[in-house]
């Protein structure tokens, strides 16, 4: 399982119940990466969608407390174990945890990577991912060349795990 995430200069990752940045390449890197695969994300998140309908062509498992609540083209999981059991359905699939961040927080422990778009930007923000970089637990093991898109200046960084 690894996570997905876009994160500002002080890692944070949205505003309002919506995302900070809108960078379009970084979108169509996320398509491509996740298309086929499983995404677990938070109802709230789901709800940042186009219409707030689950992302197509990938297996969304949304996470929610609600008990009455269906989504259509999605699997609704209320617990963390309903989550995992529902992974292990497609072993053939890979795993990304798309946020926001109670998702982040609640499912960072069982990630190997996580896959960070870092937007060289300080944004007003009141949601955050953890700060991997003071996280002894993770280590950078890529940072790729800076990108810009629109005069935001951004690039893509690995994170692993460190085997304890
Ligand atoms: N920058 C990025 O890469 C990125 C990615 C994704 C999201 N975001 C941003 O993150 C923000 C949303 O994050 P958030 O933390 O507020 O919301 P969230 O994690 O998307 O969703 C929170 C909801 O998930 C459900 N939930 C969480 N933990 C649960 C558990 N243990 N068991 C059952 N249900 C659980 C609850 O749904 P119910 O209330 O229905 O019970 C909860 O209200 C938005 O601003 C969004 O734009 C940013």
């Given at each position: 399982?690894?996570?997905?995430?876009?994160?500002?200069?002080?890692?944070?990752?949205?505003?309002?119940?919506?995302l900070l940045f809108r960078i379009k390449a970084d979108l169509k890197r996320?398509?491509?990466?996740?298309?086929?695969?499983?995404?677990?994300?938070?109802?709230?998140?789901?709800?940042?969608?186009?219409?707030?309908?689950?992302?197509?062509?990938r297996i969304n498992l949304v996470v929610s407390r609600n008990r009455s609540?269906?989504?259509?083209?999605?699997?609704?999981?209320?617990?963390?174990?309903?989550?995992?059991?529902?992974?292990?359905?497609?072993?053939?699939?890979?795993?990304?945890?798309?946020?926001?961040?109670?998702?982040?927080?609640?499912?960072?422990?069982?990630?190997?990577?996580?896959?960070?778009?870092?937007?060289?930007?300080?944004?007003?923000?009141?949601?955050?991912?953890?700060?991997?970089?003071?996280?002894?637990a993770w280590q950078c093991v890529l940072t790729e060349p800076d990108l810009?898109?629109?005069?935001?200046?951004?690039?893509?960084?690995?994170?692993?795990?460190?085997?304890?």
């Open positions: 399982m690894d996570a997905i995430v876009a994160v500002d200069l002080a890692w944070g990752i949205g505003y309002r119940d919506d996320f398509k491509e990466m996740t298309s086929g695969q499983i995404v677990i994300l938070g109802r709230k998140t789901l709800a940042t969608f186009p219409g707030g309908r689950p992302l197509p062509s609540l269906e989504i259509n083209g999605a699997t609704v999981c209320h617990n963390r174990e309903e989550v995992l059991a529902a992974v292990a359905r497609h072993p053939d699939k890979h795993v990304y945890v798309i946020g926001g961040s109670s998702i982040y927080r609640e499912f960072l422990p069982d990630c190997h990577r996580v896959y960070v778009t870092r937007i060289h930007r300080q944004q007003q923000a009141d949601t955050y991912f953890p700060n991997l970089d003071e996280m002894p810009e898109e629109n005069g935001l200046v951004f690039n893509y960084r690995v994170y692993e795990k460190v085997d304890a």
